[in-house]
Protein backbone atom coordinates (compact mmCIF):
# COMPACT_ATOMS: atom_id res chain seq x y z
CA UNK A 1 0.00 0.00 0.00
CA UNK A 2 1.50 3.44 -0.73
CA UNK A 3 0.78 6.85 0.99
CA UNK A 4 -1.26 7.92 -1.74
CA UNK A 5 -3.81 5.40 -1.54
CA UNK A 6 -4.00 5.78 1.69
CA UNK A 7 -5.66 9.33 1.73
CA UNK A 8 -8.41 7.90 -0.60
CA UNK A 9 -10.19 8.09 2.37
CA UNK A 10 -11.31 5.10 3.54
CA UNK A 11 -13.80 4.69 6.99
CA UNK A 12 -10.82 4.03 9.66
CA UNK A 13 -12.15 4.81 13.31
CA UNK A 14 -11.40 7.86 14.87
CA UNK A 15 -8.77 9.62 16.26
CA UNK A 16 -7.38 11.19 19.51
CA UNK A 17 -4.23 13.77 19.52
CA UNK A 18 -2.87 15.33 23.19
CA UNK A 19 -0.61 18.37 22.58
CA UNK A 20 2.42 18.91 24.86
CA UNK A 21 4.70 22.14 24.94
CA UNK A 22 4.74 24.78 22.76
CA UNK A 23 3.17 26.41 19.49
CA UNK A 24 5.21 24.83 17.19
CA UNK A 25 3.86 21.25 18.39
CA UNK A 26 0.60 22.89 18.74
CA UNK A 27 0.46 23.51 15.04
CA UNK A 28 2.61 19.77 14.03
CA UNK A 29 -0.26 18.58 15.92
CA UNK A 30 -2.65 20.56 13.46
CA UNK A 31 -1.29 19.52 10.85
CA UNK A 32 -1.23 15.72 11.72
CA UNK A 33 -5.41 16.23 12.39
CA UNK A 34 -5.55 17.41 8.87
CA UNK A 35 -3.40 14.20 7.84
CA UNK A 36 -5.50 11.42 9.69
CA UNK A 37 -8.90 13.13 8.49
CA UNK A 38 -7.91 13.39 4.55
CA UNK A 39 -6.44 9.34 5.47
CA UNK A 40 -10.84 8.54 6.70
CA UNK A 41 -10.23 9.00 10.29
CA UNK A 42 -12.87 11.05 12.50
CA UNK A 43 -11.95 13.21 15.67
CA UNK A 44 -12.82 11.01 18.55
CA UNK A 45 -14.45 12.38 21.94
CA UNK A 46 -12.59 10.13 24.21
CA UNK A 47 -8.71 9.34 24.59
CA UNK A 48 -10.01 5.94 26.21
CA UNK A 49 -11.81 4.79 23.42
CA UNK A 50 -10.62 6.28 20.25
CA UNK A 51 -9.22 3.66 17.61
CA UNK A 52 -5.88 5.86 17.11
CA UNK A 53 -4.44 7.79 20.03
CA UNK A 54 -1.07 10.00 19.25
CA UNK A 55 1.20 11.84 22.27
CA UNK A 56 2.76 14.98 20.33
CA UNK A 57 5.29 15.41 22.90
CA UNK A 58 7.78 18.13 25.00
CA UNK A 59 11.09 17.81 26.31
CA UNK A 60 11.70 21.19 27.42
CA UNK A 61 11.84 20.06 31.36
CA UNK A 62 11.91 16.96 33.05
CA UNK A 63 8.34 17.41 34.29
CA UNK A 64 6.77 17.60 30.85
CA UNK A 65 9.04 14.10 29.68
CA UNK A 66 7.88 12.44 32.96
CA UNK A 67 4.20 13.15 32.29
CA UNK A 68 4.22 11.85 28.68
CA UNK A 69 5.15 8.34 30.24
CA UNK A 70 2.03 8.13 32.51
CA UNK A 71 -0.02 9.02 29.81
CA UNK A 72 1.30 6.15 28.19
CA UNK A 73 0.89 3.69 31.17
CA UNK A 74 -2.67 3.65 31.00
CA UNK A 75 -2.85 3.11 26.78
CA UNK A 76 -0.62 0.74 26.83
CA UNK A 77 -2.93 -1.25 29.21
CA UNK A 78 -5.46 -0.78 26.87
CA UNK A 79 -3.32 -1.84 24.00
CA UNK A 80 -3.28 -5.42 25.31
CA UNK A 81 -7.12 -6.04 25.84
CA UNK A 82 -7.59 -4.18 22.53
CA UNK A 83 -4.59 -5.31 19.79
CA UNK A 84 -6.53 -2.58 17.32
CA UNK A 85 -5.74 0.65 18.59
CA UNK A 86 -2.97 2.27 16.92
CA UNK A 87 -0.73 4.38 19.40
CA UNK A 88 1.50 7.28 18.33
CA UNK A 89 4.18 9.12 19.96
CA UNK A 90 5.39 12.22 18.38
CA UNK A 91 7.28 15.28 18.98
CA UNK A 92 10.65 15.96 21.01
CA UNK A 93 10.57 13.27 23.65
CA UNK A 94 10.09 10.74 20.17
CA UNK A 95 13.03 12.31 18.83
CA UNK A 96 15.08 12.21 21.93
CA UNK A 97 14.47 8.44 23.13
CA UNK A 98 13.93 7.21 19.43
CA UNK A 99 14.69 3.37 20.03
CA UNK A 100 14.50 3.07 23.57
CA UNK A 101 10.83 4.81 24.16
CA UNK A 102 10.26 1.56 22.03
CA UNK A 103 12.06 -0.52 24.38
CA UNK A 104 10.42 0.64 27.36
CA UNK A 105 6.64 0.67 25.65
CA UNK A 106 6.69 -1.86 23.23
CA UNK A 107 3.21 -1.82 22.56
CA UNK A 108 4.07 1.32 20.72
CA UNK A 109 3.24 1.55 17.05
CA UNK A 110 4.98 4.23 15.72
CA UNK A 111 7.75 6.31 17.24
CA UNK A 112 7.96 9.61 15.14
CA UNK A 113 10.00 13.13 15.62
CA UNK A 114 9.12 16.47 14.77
CA UNK A 115 10.52 16.48 11.57
CA UNK A 116 8.26 13.52 10.49
CA UNK A 117 4.93 15.45 10.82
CA UNK A 118 3.77 15.80 7.77
CA UNK A 119 4.47 12.62 6.96
CA UNK A 120 2.31 10.60 9.29
CA UNK A 121 0.13 9.06 6.27
CA UNK A 122 3.63 7.15 5.42
CA UNK A 123 4.53 6.27 8.56
CA UNK A 124 0.82 5.15 9.01
CA UNK A 125 1.11 2.86 5.58
CA UNK A 126 4.00 1.15 7.14
CA UNK A 127 1.59 0.74 10.40
CA UNK A 128 -1.02 -0.75 8.60
CA UNK A 129 1.56 -3.46 6.95
CA UNK A 130 2.17 -4.92 10.65
CA UNK A 131 5.54 -2.54 11.43
CA UNK A 132 6.55 -1.40 14.19
CA UNK A 133 7.83 2.28 13.56
CA UNK A 134 10.98 4.42 14.08
CA UNK A 135 11.15 7.97 12.31
CA UNK A 136 14.06 10.05 13.63
CA UNK A 137 16.15 10.63 11.00
CA UNK A 138 17.42 14.36 10.07
CA UNK A 139 14.70 14.66 7.52
CA UNK A 140 13.90 17.55 4.87
CA UNK A 141 10.53 19.16 5.84
CA UNK A 142 8.22 18.50 2.66
CA UNK A 143 5.86 21.19 2.21
CA UNK A 144 2.25 19.72 3.33
CA UNK A 145 -0.51 19.51 0.84
CA UNK A 146 -2.97 18.63 3.39
CA UNK A 147 -5.06 21.03 5.09
CA UNK A 148 -4.43 21.72 8.96
CA UNK A 149 -7.67 21.15 10.61
CA UNK A 150 -7.60 23.96 12.76
CA UNK A 151 -8.55 24.20 16.43
CA UNK A 152 -9.42 27.92 16.50
CA UNK A 153 -11.35 29.24 13.34
CA UNK A 154 -9.95 33.05 13.76
CA UNK A 155 -6.08 32.92 14.24
CA UNK A 156 -4.28 30.16 13.08
CA UNK A 157 -0.44 29.64 13.25
CA UNK A 158 1.82 29.19 10.28
CA UNK A 159 5.42 28.03 10.33
CA UNK A 160 8.01 30.22 8.86
CA UNK A 161 11.13 28.45 10.27
CA UNK A 162 11.51 24.86 11.66
CA UNK A 163 14.75 23.75 13.80
CA UNK A 164 17.31 25.87 16.08
CA UNK A 165 20.74 26.39 15.37
CA UNK A 166 21.55 28.23 18.39
CA UNK A 167 23.61 26.32 21.35
CA UNK A 168 22.18 27.66 24.46
CA UNK A 169 23.41 25.32 27.02
CA UNK A 170 20.85 24.25 28.47
CA UNK A 171 18.32 23.89 25.85
CA UNK A 172 17.44 20.82 23.98
CA UNK A 173 15.22 22.17 20.74
CA UNK A 174 18.24 22.05 18.98
CA UNK A 175 18.66 18.37 19.57
CA UNK A 176 15.30 17.30 18.94
CA UNK A 177 13.88 19.74 16.45
CA UNK A 178 17.19 19.65 14.00
CA UNK A 179 18.65 22.11 11.93
CA UNK A 180 16.88 25.42 10.99
CA UNK A 181 14.63 25.68 7.54
CA UNK A 182 12.89 28.32 6.47
CA UNK A 183 9.87 28.04 3.99
CA UNK A 184 9.70 29.89 1.40
CA UNK A 185 8.32 33.29 1.58
CA UNK A 186 5.80 32.31 -1.50
CA UNK A 187 4.44 29.12 0.52
CA UNK A 188 3.91 31.33 3.76
CA UNK A 189 1.70 33.52 1.91
CA UNK A 190 -0.21 30.84 0.34
CA UNK A 191 -0.91 29.44 3.28
CA UNK A 192 -2.32 32.69 4.73
CA UNK A 193 -4.41 33.51 2.06
CA UNK A 194 -5.77 29.85 2.16
CA UNK A 195 -6.19 31.10 5.97
CA UNK A 196 -7.74 34.09 4.34
CA UNK A 197 -9.96 32.62 2.93
CA UNK A 198 -11.80 30.36 5.43
CA UNK A 199 -11.94 33.12 7.79
CA UNK A 200 -8.88 33.75 9.51
CA UNK A 201 -8.48 37.07 11.01
CA UNK A 202 -5.51 36.34 13.12
CA UNK A 203 -1.93 34.49 12.50
CA UNK A 204 0.95 33.93 14.09
CA UNK A 205 4.42 33.63 12.33
CA UNK A 206 6.22 30.39 14.28
CA UNK A 207 9.48 29.73 14.74
CA UNK A 208 11.86 28.37 17.85
CA UNK A 209 14.12 31.65 16.90
CA UNK A 210 12.12 33.58 14.42
CA UNK A 211 14.68 36.25 13.86
CA UNK A 212 17.19 33.42 12.13
CA UNK A 213 14.42 33.30 9.22
CA UNK A 214 15.94 33.00 5.62
CA UNK A 215 19.59 32.77 6.74
CA UNK A 216 19.29 29.22 5.41
CA UNK A 217 17.60 30.49 2.34
CA UNK A 218 19.73 31.91 -0.59
CA UNK A 219 19.96 35.15 -1.87
CA UNK A 220 21.52 38.72 -1.50
CA UNK A 221 20.05 42.37 -1.74
CA UNK A 222 21.98 45.12 -4.00
CA UNK A 223 22.88 46.65 -0.53
CA UNK A 224 24.62 43.63 0.71
CA UNK A 225 21.89 42.37 3.03
CA UNK A 226 20.35 38.69 3.49
CA UNK A 227 17.68 38.66 0.59
CA UNK A 228 15.03 36.74 3.20
CA UNK A 229 14.70 38.42 6.37
CA UNK A 230 11.67 38.38 9.23
CA UNK A 231 11.13 42.12 8.17
CA UNK A 232 11.29 41.17 4.92
CA UNK A 233 8.69 38.09 4.96
CA UNK A 234 6.73 40.73 7.21
CA UNK A 235 6.19 43.38 4.54
CA UNK A 236 5.59 40.10 2.00
CA UNK A 237 2.84 38.98 3.48
CA UNK A 238 1.11 42.21 5.16
CA UNK A 239 -1.08 42.66 2.14
CA UNK A 240 -3.02 39.06 2.39
CA UNK A 241 -6.71 40.27 2.31
CA UNK A 242 -9.06 39.32 5.15
CA UNK A 243 -5.69 38.92 7.18
CA UNK A 244 -6.66 41.78 10.08
CA UNK A 245 -3.88 41.30 12.37
CA UNK A 246 -0.36 39.39 12.10
CA UNK A 247 2.23 38.30 15.17
CA UNK A 248 5.02 36.62 15.41
CA UNK A 249 7.71 34.39 17.98
CA UNK A 250 10.01 33.51 19.52
CA UNK A 251 12.41 36.64 18.92
CA UNK A 252 16.12 36.16 19.87
CA UNK A 253 17.77 39.42 21.99
CA UNK A 254 20.74 38.22 19.68
CA UNK A 255 19.36 38.75 16.37
CA UNK A 256 16.64 41.57 17.10
CA UNK A 257 16.68 44.62 14.76
CA UNK A 258 16.38 48.13 14.38
CA UNK A 259 14.68 47.35 11.05
CA UNK A 260 11.99 44.74 12.43
CA UNK A 261 10.94 47.34 14.85
CA UNK A 262 10.30 49.92 12.72
CA UNK A 263 8.76 47.18 10.21
CA UNK A 264 6.54 46.75 13.18
CA UNK A 265 5.64 50.14 14.02
CA UNK A 266 5.24 51.20 10.40
CA UNK A 267 3.09 48.13 9.30
CA UNK A 268 -0.57 48.33 10.57
CA UNK A 269 -1.15 44.52 10.86
CA UNK A 270 1.31 43.83 13.17
CA UNK A 271 0.52 43.68 16.41
CA UNK A 272 2.44 45.87 19.24
CA UNK A 273 2.91 42.94 21.45
CA UNK A 274 7.32 41.18 21.76
CA UNK A 275 7.64 38.19 22.97
CA UNK A 276 11.69 38.21 23.95
CA UNK A 277 13.00 35.79 25.95
CA UNK A 278 15.69 36.83 28.26
CA UNK A 279 16.47 34.24 30.56
CA UNK A 280 18.88 35.84 32.94
CA UNK A 281 19.20 39.40 34.20
CA UNK A 282 23.12 38.69 34.90
CA UNK A 283 25.57 39.05 32.04
CA UNK A 284 28.01 36.00 33.16
CA UNK A 285 24.56 33.86 33.79
CA UNK A 286 24.08 34.78 29.92
CA UNK A 287 27.50 34.05 29.10
CA UNK A 288 26.93 30.57 30.81
CA UNK A 289 24.23 30.26 28.75
CA UNK A 290 25.56 30.94 25.35
CA UNK A 291 23.14 33.49 24.91
CA UNK A 292 25.34 36.14 23.06
CA UNK A 293 24.23 39.19 24.34
CA UNK A 294 24.11 41.17 27.51
CA UNK A 295 21.72 42.42 30.05
CA UNK A 296 22.81 46.25 28.37
CA UNK A 297 21.40 44.92 24.55
CA UNK A 298 18.52 43.54 25.82
CA UNK A 299 17.16 46.87 27.47
CA UNK A 300 18.15 48.68 24.29
CA UNK A 301 15.70 46.38 22.53
CA UNK A 302 12.78 47.41 24.92
CA UNK A 303 14.13 51.32 25.07
CA UNK A 304 13.64 51.14 21.47
CA UNK A 305 10.59 49.23 21.11
CA UNK A 306 8.90 51.61 23.45
CA UNK A 307 10.47 54.46 21.12
CA UNK A 308 8.38 53.60 18.18
CA UNK A 309 5.73 52.33 20.04
CA UNK A 310 4.62 53.26 23.65
CA UNK A 311 2.54 51.09 24.12
CA UNK A 312 3.46 47.77 23.29
CA UNK A 313 3.29 45.03 25.48
CA UNK A 314 6.72 43.14 26.40
CA UNK A 315 6.75 39.68 27.41
CA UNK A 316 9.22 36.93 27.79
CA UNK A 317 10.39 33.84 29.28
CA UNK A 318 13.90 33.46 32.26
CA UNK A 319 15.18 30.58 33.61
CA UNK A 320 15.95 30.34 37.52
CA UNK A 321 18.63 28.18 39.50
CA UNK A 322 20.91 28.18 36.48
CA UNK A 323 24.18 26.26 37.48
CA UNK A 324 26.23 28.25 39.81
CA UNK A 325 23.81 31.06 39.58
CA UNK A 326 24.48 33.25 43.06
CA UNK A 327 22.13 34.81 44.87
CA UNK A 328 23.34 37.84 43.76
CA UNK A 329 23.03 36.82 40.42
CA UNK A 330 19.63 35.74 40.68
CA UNK A 331 18.52 38.93 42.30
CA UNK A 332 19.67 40.63 39.19
CA UNK A 333 17.09 38.28 36.90
CA UNK A 334 14.41 39.84 39.75
CA UNK A 335 15.68 43.54 39.29
CA UNK A 336 15.53 43.55 35.52
CA UNK A 337 12.05 42.46 35.93
CA UNK A 338 11.22 45.31 37.98
CA UNK A 339 13.01 47.64 35.71
CA UNK A 340 11.75 46.82 32.62
CA UNK A 341 7.99 45.98 33.69
CA UNK A 342 6.83 43.09 31.69
CA UNK A 343 3.49 42.24 30.82
CA UNK A 344 4.24 38.47 31.37
CA UNK A 345 7.12 36.30 31.78
CA UNK A 346 6.83 32.57 31.62
CA UNK A 347 8.81 31.28 34.21
CA UNK A 348 10.88 27.98 35.01
CA UNK A 349 13.71 26.49 37.24
CA UNK A 350 16.79 24.91 35.45
CA UNK A 351 16.21 21.31 34.57
CA UNK A 352 18.75 19.63 33.47
CA UNK A 353 18.91 17.79 29.71
CA UNK A 354 20.14 15.13 27.77
CA UNK A 355 22.54 16.04 25.50
CA UNK A 356 23.11 19.44 26.59
CA UNK A 357 26.65 20.60 28.40
CA UNK A 358 24.83 22.14 31.45
CA UNK A 359 23.19 19.03 32.31
CA UNK A 360 26.99 17.60 33.06
CA UNK A 361 28.10 20.61 35.03
CA UNK A 362 29.25 20.02 38.83
CA UNK A 363 27.77 23.08 40.08
CA UNK A 364 24.14 22.26 40.33
CA UNK A 365 21.64 23.60 42.15
CA UNK A 366 19.35 22.12 45.20
CA UNK A 367 15.94 21.22 44.35
CA UNK A 368 15.14 23.86 47.66
CA UNK A 369 16.89 26.73 46.15
CA UNK A 370 15.02 26.14 42.74
CA UNK A 371 11.69 26.08 44.65
CA UNK A 372 12.61 29.00 46.77
CA UNK A 373 13.60 31.26 43.68
CA UNK A 374 10.97 30.28 41.45
CA UNK A 375 8.06 31.05 43.72
CA UNK A 376 9.41 34.15 44.52
CA UNK A 377 9.77 35.45 41.08
CA UNK A 378 6.69 34.26 40.51
CA UNK A 379 4.64 37.01 42.79
CA UNK A 380 7.01 39.35 41.00
CA UNK A 381 6.08 38.15 37.63
CA UNK A 382 2.29 38.56 39.20
CA UNK A 383 2.96 42.07 40.40
CA UNK A 384 4.31 43.38 37.37
CA UNK A 385 1.95 41.65 35.19
CA UNK A 386 -0.77 43.18 37.91
CA UNK A 387 0.54 46.71 37.36
CA UNK A 388 0.92 46.42 33.60
CA UNK A 389 -2.86 45.79 33.42
CA UNK A 390 -3.39 48.84 35.22
CA UNK A 391 -3.01 51.14 32.78
CA UNK A 392 -6.14 49.53 30.59
CA UNK A 393 -8.75 50.39 33.47
CA UNK A 394 -11.39 53.12 31.65
CA UNK A 395 -9.72 52.38 28.03
CA UNK A 396 -10.98 51.39 24.83
CA UNK A 397 -9.71 48.73 23.07
CA UNK A 398 -9.84 46.82 19.93
CA UNK A 399 -10.50 43.21 20.41
CA UNK A 400 -10.41 40.19 18.22
CA UNK A 401 -12.97 37.56 19.05
CA UNK A 402 -12.17 34.25 19.94
CA UNK A 403 -14.85 32.05 21.32
CA UNK A 404 -17.48 32.06 24.07
CA UNK A 405 -15.84 32.29 27.92
CA UNK A 406 -15.65 28.39 28.57
CA UNK A 407 -16.55 29.04 32.00
CA UNK A 408 -19.36 31.68 30.80
CA UNK A 409 -21.75 31.01 28.17
CA UNK A 410 -22.71 34.62 28.24
CA UNK A 411 -19.64 35.89 27.54
CA UNK A 412 -16.77 35.85 25.24
CA UNK A 413 -13.58 36.67 25.22
CA UNK A 414 -10.41 37.68 22.58
CA UNK A 415 -7.44 39.73 22.90
CA UNK A 416 -5.82 43.18 23.26
CA UNK A 417 -3.55 43.81 20.05
CA UNK A 418 -1.15 43.91 22.75
CA UNK A 419 -2.16 39.92 24.01
CA UNK A 420 -4.26 40.67 27.03
CA UNK A 421 -7.12 38.20 26.93
CA UNK A 422 -10.32 39.88 27.70
CA UNK A 423 -14.07 38.76 28.79
CA UNK A 424 -16.94 40.80 27.87
CA UNK A 425 -20.81 39.85 27.48
CA UNK A 426 -21.91 38.12 24.19
CA UNK A 427 -24.26 40.14 23.03
CA UNK A 428 -24.26 43.71 21.88
CA UNK A 429 -26.73 46.44 23.00
CA UNK A 430 -29.94 45.48 20.78
CA UNK A 431 -29.54 41.94 21.99
CA UNK A 432 -28.08 40.75 18.44
CA UNK A 433 -24.93 38.03 19.16
CA UNK A 434 -21.30 38.72 19.11
CA UNK A 435 -19.18 36.14 16.85
CA UNK A 436 -16.28 34.82 16.71
CA UNK A 437 -13.53 36.86 14.17
CA UNK A 438 -15.63 39.92 15.05
CA UNK A 439 -13.60 43.00 15.77
CA UNK A 440 -14.89 45.25 18.32
CA UNK A 441 -14.25 48.22 20.39
CA UNK A 442 -14.74 46.97 24.35
CA UNK A 443 -14.70 49.35 27.45
CA UNK A 444 -12.49 47.89 29.87
CA UNK A 445 -13.81 47.89 33.57
CA UNK A 446 -12.13 45.56 35.65
CA UNK A 447 -8.73 44.40 35.60
CA UNK A 448 -6.50 41.57 36.89
CA UNK A 449 -2.71 40.37 36.38
CA UNK A 450 -3.39 38.17 33.34
CA UNK A 451 -6.85 39.59 32.03
CA UNK A 452 -9.78 42.27 31.94
CA UNK A 453 -13.26 42.45 31.64
CA UNK A 454 -15.14 45.02 30.02
CA UNK A 455 -18.34 46.13 28.15
CA UNK A 456 -18.73 46.89 24.35
CA UNK A 457 -18.51 50.58 23.64
N1 LIG B 1 13.54 29.64 21.46
C1 LIG B 1 13.15 30.31 22.63
C2 LIG B 1 12.75 29.41 23.76
C3 LIG B 1 12.38 28.01 23.53
S1 LIG B 1 12.12 26.96 24.90
C4 LIG B 1 14.31 31.19 23.10
O1 LIG B 1 15.38 31.13 22.59
O2 LIG B 1 14.12 31.92 24.05
C5 LIG B 1 10.98 27.86 25.89
C6 LIG B 1 11.52 28.27 27.23
O3 LIG B 1 11.73 27.15 28.06
C7 LIG B 1 12.86 28.95 27.20
O4 LIG B 1 12.75 30.29 26.87
C8 LIG B 1 13.38 28.74 28.58
O5 LIG B 1 13.01 29.82 29.42
C9 LIG B 1 12.71 27.46 29.00
N2 LIG B 1 13.69 26.37 29.06
C10 LIG B 1 14.36 25.82 28.04
N3 LIG B 1 15.19 24.85 28.48
C11 LIG B 1 15.04 24.81 29.82
C12 LIG B 1 15.64 24.01 30.85
N4 LIG B 1 16.55 23.09 30.58
N5 LIG B 1 15.22 24.23 32.13
C13 LIG B 1 14.31 25.17 32.41
N6 LIG B 1 13.71 25.93 31.48
C14 LIG B 1 14.07 25.76 30.19
FE1 LIG C 1 16.75 26.67 22.75
FE2 LIG C 1 18.38 28.73 22.56
FE3 LIG C 1 17.33 27.64 20.36
FE4 LIG C 1 15.79 29.03 22.01
S1 LIG C 1 17.51 29.83 20.82
S2 LIG C 1 15.31 27.05 21.09
S3 LIG C 1 16.64 28.54 23.99
S4 LIG C 1 18.78 26.68 21.77
FE1 LIG D 1 8.80 21.29 24.00
FE2 LIG D 1 9.73 20.55 21.69
FE3 LIG D 1 8.44 22.85 21.93
S1 LIG D 1 10.73 20.28 23.62
S2 LIG D 1 8.89 23.47 24.02
S3 LIG D 1 7.58 20.86 22.23
S4 LIG D 1 10.19 22.42 20.63
Redesign the pocket.
Known amino acids: MTATNLSTNVPRGSYWITTFG?QMNKADSERMAGILEAMGYRAGTDEHSADLVLYNTCT??DSAEQKVYSYLGRQAQRKRINPNLTLVVAGCVAQQEGESLLRRVPELDLVMGPQHANRLDTLLAQVEQGQQVLATGEQHILEDITTARRDSQVCGWVNVIYG?N?R?T????PSVRGQEQSRLPEAIKLEMQGLAARGFKEITLLG??IDAYGRDLPGITPEGRRAHTLTDLLHHVHDVAGIERIRFA?S?PRYFTERLIDACADLPKVCEHFHV?F?SGDDDVLKAMARGYTVDRYRRIVERIRERMPDASISA???VAFPGESDAQYRRTLALIEEIGFDLV?T??????PN?PAADWPNQLSEAVKVERLQELNALVERTAQQRSNRYAGRCEQILVESSNPKNSNQVMGRTRTNRLTFFPAQNAHGSPIKPGDLVTVQIEEVRAFSLSGKLA
Open positions: CIRCECYCVVQNTHPQDAINAAYSPRT
